[in-house]
């Protein structure tokens, strides 16, 4: 940076670009394909885990769901049971697992087992843990508290030092008298299985400022091609440097939460794989 | 301009970005500011000379327009409602034969009518304005009475400039950049955008004929931020492109000036209709 303009290097500009690139494309593009899989390998569990209850036995779980071969949804007026959708069968496996469990015990420990391992599959259960980077450190935000709720979460990366927060458009533009320095004081990536992209944003905080609010500076939108990352890293080039680490840190960051679905989902295919077997078993001995 | 990198000023990318703000901005004293007020004024115009003819009368004025209170498409014996837009062309284009048929009804409506041609830019014959740089001429699409309401100019450098934009510098890694010259910038206007657009065209040739190819436009929505990103590509030409731009606005300063008259002229016919509709509603 100097006084009467900025040097703009090829090949940090260009470093840059990568650093965004893989965590705007390359990496949410893999969580994108893992997160499939394991919530693939979630909606074949309840179907492993039928019949919950022997024949004609039914235990009320609320005033509108009944356990019995499987979870159905009671209608209020007639009692007459329905069947309920994989998602909202999750849920509710999620909310009355402890009951659930306990009724299925009589009959069968291994599936009881099983229903109580559930929650722990539910990414909401990872609301506000928090990863320790290099340079900062990774918290994990849902935006719901209810089991198995849509993935919509925002990681947020908090940068142990603050450094300096400045946009191209700002340093060159007019009003740089009227500028008034800020400090990068996080790097929030929302992550939204609805989208094809995730959704970056840049916050900063006044320089030496008591305050304890910062606000965004920055939002690279959701859609990304090889133009707008050319024009993001232009844009977050005064920072370049910076946010090379930071973006490289969220990655490793990442790559941890990938190993938590990894892990959970290695846990599903071998129920997955030991319930298929002790069916075909059963068949067999038939 | 740097081997490992580039260095931007932070004057010089001001500059350049002034440069083009001041021929493609809307605000009051430009050329997109008179030519909205033109336009608008025309079509107030259109408005304070209808009726054209008394109710229940309608005339032919050739196969496929006819003139009642307003000038109607005849289709199929059936005469439909044109846009004002199309009125006007309708009306510069039959002026005489119009205006001939209302004289018998009302004088003076007659008379504005015989002006309007004058009010139509591509018969101003400013031709070729020769520049420090370059000229700078009206370009025609559409051979239509007020153009189809677009107004375009382009400005034509005496000595093509080598076309290399920022992006393409700072990622030229990837593949080398193709050579090509900026052989044409045009001014585009389009009464229905807020601000005009600028072209950048090369002039290719294939087979001895020389055609104009865009390699480079800003749209029409531009707000400042784009505007910064547009001064920001342009950047490595920044030098000459400012000369150009200067070059284009003392131009288009010399259109400008002309509207502006007869934008003075329009402005007293309406204003004198406007006097009078008062004083009849008054009388009513």
Redo the contacts between chains.
């Keep these: 940076m100097?006084q009467?303009?900025?040097?703009?290097?090829?090949?940090?500009?260009?470093e840059l670009a990568n650093a965004i690139q893989r965590i705007v494309i390359e990496q949410y593009i893999s969580i994108h394909e893992l997160l499939e899989k394991y919530i693939n390998a979630l909606l074949n569990l309840p179907e492993l885990l039928y019949p919950l209850l022997p024949k004609n036995k039914k235990v009320p779980l609320s005033t509108h769901y009944i356990l019995s071969d499987r979870i159905r949804s009671v209608h209020i007026d007639n009692g007459v049971t329905y069947e309920i959708t994989s998602e909202e069968e999750y849920r509710v496996l999620y909310s009355y697992n402890d009951e659930i469990a306990n009724a299925v015990e009589k009959y069968n420990s291994a599936k009881a087992k099983i229903i109580r391992e559930i929650p722990s599959f539910d990414w909401c259960e990872w609301n506000d843990d928090v990863i320790k980077l290099n340079y900062g450190e990774l918290k994990y935000h849902t935006f719901s508290n209810n089991g198995f709720a849509d993935v919509n979460v925002m990681m947020d990366y908090i940068p142990y030092e603050r450094s300096q927060c400045a946009l191209?458009?700002e340093?060159?533009?007019?009003c740089?008298n009227e500028y008034e320095p800020k400090e990068i004081s996080r790097v929030r990536y929302h992550y939204d299985h609805r989208h094809s992209s995730p959704a970056l944003y840049i916050y900063g905080i006044r320089k030496n400022s008591s305050e304890t609010r910062d606000s965004e500076i920055y939002s690279a939108g959701r859609f990304y091609n090889d133009?707008k990352i050319?024009?993001v890293s232009?844009e977050l080039y005064p920072m370049a440097d910076e946010l090379i680490k930071i973006f490289k840190d969220m990655e490793n960051g990442l790559n941890e939460y990938k190993k938590k679905f990894e892990r959970s989902m290695k846990r599903l295919e071998d129920i997955n794989t030991v319930h298929e077997f002790k069916e075909t078993v059963g068949k067999f001995k038939k | 301009m740097e081997q490992n990198g580039v260095f931007i000023s932070i004057d010089k990318r001001g500059k350049l970005a002034d440069a083009i703000d001041r021929i493609t901005n809307s605000e009051e004293g430009s050329l997109c500011y008179v030519l909205n007020k033109y336009v608008h004024a025309l079509l107030d115009l259109l408005t304070y000379l209808q009726p054209f003819v008394p109710k229940r009368q309608k005339i032919n004025i050739d196969g496929y327009y006819v003139l009642s209170d307003e000038i109607k498409m005849n289709y199929l014996g059936r005469a439909y409602k044109l846009e004002s837009k199309r009125q006007l062309e309708v009306l510069c284009k039959y002026s005489n034969e119009i205006a001939d048929v209302i004289s018998k009804y009302n004088s003076a409506k007659a008379e504005i009518i015989r002006e309007i041609p004058s009010f139509d830019w591509t018969r101003w014959g400013i031709g070729e304005i020769k520049l420090n740089h370059g000229m700078l001429r009206y370009c025609r699409e559409i051979k239509d009475p007020f153009d189809n309401f677009k107004f375009g100019l382009r400005y034509i450098p005496y000595e093509r400039l080598d076309y290399v934009t920022l992006s393409e510098f700072l990622s030229k890694n990837k593949k080398p950049p193709t050579i090509k010259k900026i052989g044409v910038l045009e001014y585009d206007y389009y009464y229905i955008f807020i601000t005009p657009a600028l072209h950048i065209y090369e002039i290719k040739e294939d087979n001895a004929m020389k055609f104009a190819s865009l390699i480079y436009s800003t749209d029409m929505y531009s707000s400042g931020q784009t505007k910064f990103y547009i001064s920001l590509e342009l950047y490595p030409m920044a030098d000459k492109l400012i000369e150009f731009f200067k070059d284009m606005e003392n131009g288009m300063s010399i259109y400008k000036q002309e509207f502006e008259r007869k934008l003075k002229r329009l402005e007293d016919i309406n204003a004198m209709h406007g006097f009078k509709a008062t004083l009849e509603k008054l009388r009513e």
């Design positions: 100097e009467n303009g900025i040097f703009i290097s090829y090949d940090k500009r260009k191209l458009s340093f060159l533009g007019k740089i133009w050319y024009e232009l």
